[in-house]
Antibody, heavy 118, light 107 residues
Framework: QVQLKETGPDLVQLTQTLSITCTVS????????VHWVRQPPGKGLEWMGA???????DYNSAFKSRLSISRDTSKSQVFLKMNSLQTDDTAKYFC????????????WGQGVMVTVSS | DIQMTQSPPSLSASLGDKVTITCQAS??????IAWYQQKPGKAPRLLIR???TLESGTPSRFSGSGSGRDYSFSISNVESEDIASYYC?????????FGGGTKLELK
């Protein structure tokens, strides 16, 4: 069955770099796209960026050049890396799948809660 | 970027009530709107896509409608398991954008 699972640190120091891995099963990264979405505590959802099935990426300009998304198809993993973390980057980070068609995110990981500490 | 203005931010309902949430897009999104339910500590769950198409497993008391810039999502006969937050998502353009959310509580 389709599954996505995020793994990453609970705590990251101010100005440091966040690295999160999304490991998927039940589908291929060369067929489906994987996106990253985050949610600060008690707040709404924010799209961060996408890894397309062809290997390209797109990013929310709100993250400027801080954000990088990559993948290892042999391991069915998508990686998020974001540098220069600030306290307002404290959030739950989700990866989510979407098909190659114009479609919404249909499957989501459980998310990983990351706290940026000073 | 397409802005999604969702209202109300919170809603109080009794069991059996009908509730409606609206999302207005800053431009025509050609019905490419989805609705999600999120319970505390959980990932969002896709309920409806393309304005009104229910996902497998979505109860028929959920419905969606709209066109152009204006969309609505309704729950008829609210049940206790429906207590959650709800979000709209436009998926016609990048960046994907969500509405601000609606928290549904029991009266």
């Amino acid at each position: 069955q389709v599954q996505l699972k995020e793994t990453g640190p609970d705590l990251v120091q101010l100005t440091q770099t966040l690295s999160i891995t999304c490991t998927v099963s039940g589908f291929s990264l060369t067929t489906y796209n994987v996106h990253w979405v985050r949610q600060p505590p008690g707040k709404g959802l924010e799209w961060m960026g996408a890894m397309w099935n062809g290997g390209g990426t797109d990013y929310n300009s709100a993250f400027k050049s801080r954000l990088s998304i990559s993948r290892d198809t042999s391991k069915s993993q998508v990686f998020l890396k974001m540098n220069s973390l600030q306290t307002d980057d404290t959030a739950k980070y989700f990866c989510a799948r979407h098909s190659a068609a114009i479609s919404p995110f249909d499957y989501w990981g459980q998310g990983v809660m990351v706290t940026v500490s000073s | 970027d397409i802005q999604m203005t969702q209202s109300p931010p919170s809603l109080s309902a009794s069991l059996g009530d009908k509730v409606t949430i609206t999302c207005q897009a800053s431009q025509n999104i050609n019905k490419y709107i989805a609705w999600y339910q999120q319970k505390p500590g959980k990932a969002p769950r896709l309920l409806i896509r393309y304005t009104s198409t229910l996902e497998s497993g979505t109860p028929s008391r959920f419905s969606g409608s709209g066109s152009g810039r204006d969309y609505s999502f309704s729950i008829s006969n609210v049940e206790s398991e429906d207590i959650a937050s709800y979000y709209c998502l436009q998926y016609v353009n990048l960046p994907r954008t969500f509405g601000g959310g609606t928290k549904l509580e029991l009266k």
